[in-house]
Nanobody, 121 residues
Framework: DVQLVESGGGSVQTGGSLRLSCAAS????????MAWFRQAPNKEREGVSA????????HYADSVYGRFIISEDDAKETVYLQMNSLQPEDSAVYYC???????????????WGQGTQVTVS
């Protein structure tokens, strides 16, 4: 299993920025993609962004395209989500996931972090 620990959440004003971090440990070789999901109260968990290895291809949900950037530091085994121009509708618990790439080029999560709260007001 892969252990994932998120950090960097918090409260920010509309239009502000936050950077989330996800530190991975364990048998990371079983995963070939990393993704960020979020879940707002009374809503289903939704995919936000994904990064695929070794291609380094990225994917973003339409709602965050152009505002969020996913990246990774291989040496630190850490994935980041830079979130800019935050809006109240971005408020949610953000989860990091490690997974495998599907035939339809999506990231299927296998391991999850504990989540970090992002509040925009």
């Amino acid at each position: 299993d892969v252990q994932l620990v998120e950090s960097g959440g918090g409260s920010v004003q509309t239009g502000g920025s936050l950077r989330l971090s996800c530190a991975a440990s364990g048998y990371t070789q079983t995963s070939n993609c990393m993704a960020w999901f979020r879940q707002a109260p009374n809503k289903e968990r939704e995919g936000v962004s994904a990064l695929f290895t070794p291609s380094d291809n990225t994917h973003y949900a339409d709602s965050v395209y152009g505002r969020f950037i996913i990246s990774e530091d291989d040496a630190k085994e850490t994935v980041y989500l830079q979130m800019n121009s935050l809006q109240p509708e971005d408020s949610a618990v953000y989860y990091c996931a490690a997974g495998v790439t599907t035939a339809t080029a999506t990231c299927l999560p296998r391991d999850w972090g504990q989540g970090t709260q992002v509040t925009v007001s």
